[in-house]
């Protein structure tokens, strides 16, 4: 009687790893509006293969530890996390605007879903990062993706990454 208890309890959280985000996480307080005040990132979206698909932000904190994490688990903690998506801007080089929470140091993640299924592909799919970091086989630290947000808007400039060799992953040629 106690392992089926035991599993009935120990179960729930063993999966709850698994079950992947609601896209609209963090989409809400992300959402910029015209004539609002206070600390904001305007990103400019460079090297763009297409514009098909979707565009996804995200934004975290920029310390060890919570780089990347779980969005969940940031946002019930309280931390720095917000996302917006939508479908690929027509502009060459799409501006989106990210409303954050207060100034801070943040670390920015920019997916070129060209499937639009929620998913990282890396055989398709491309990638980009604040301050642009060299993209090896693991993902970039918190410290090469860090930037300081101040109280109004920020820009920041990622070029996107896309496979483009076995196991290599950089800029379409001429972007950087």
């Known amino acids: ?81 917000r996302r917006v998506e939508g479908s690929v801007p027509a502009e060459h080089n799409p501006r989106i605007c990210v409303r954050l929470p207060g100034p801070g140091r943040v670390g920015l993640l920019v997916l070129h879903d060209r499937d639009s299924n929620h998913r990282f592909n890396y055989q398709r799919d491309g990638i980009g990062f604040s301050r642009n970091p060299s993209l090896g086989l693991s993902q970039p630290s918190a410290d090469s993706v860090a930037i300081t947000v101040g109280p109004g808007v920020t820009p920041v400039r990622v070029v996107m990454n896309y496979r483009n060799g076995l196991l290599s992953f950089g800029p379409i040629k001429g972007t950087r």
């Open 1 to 81: 009687m106690i392992r089926p208890l035991l599993l009935a309890a120990v179960l729930p959280m063993m999966t709850a790893a698994y079950i992947p985000s609601s896209p609209v996480l963090g989409t809400v307080e992300a959402q910029c509006r015209p004539g609002e005040t206070g600390p904001a990132l305007m990103v400019e979206v460079v090297g763009l293969k297409d514009h098909i698909g979707k565009l996804k932000v995200e934004v975290y904190p920029g310390v060890d530890g919570d780089w990347l994490q779980d969005d969940n688990k940031l946002l019930m903690a309280g931390k720095t996390f």
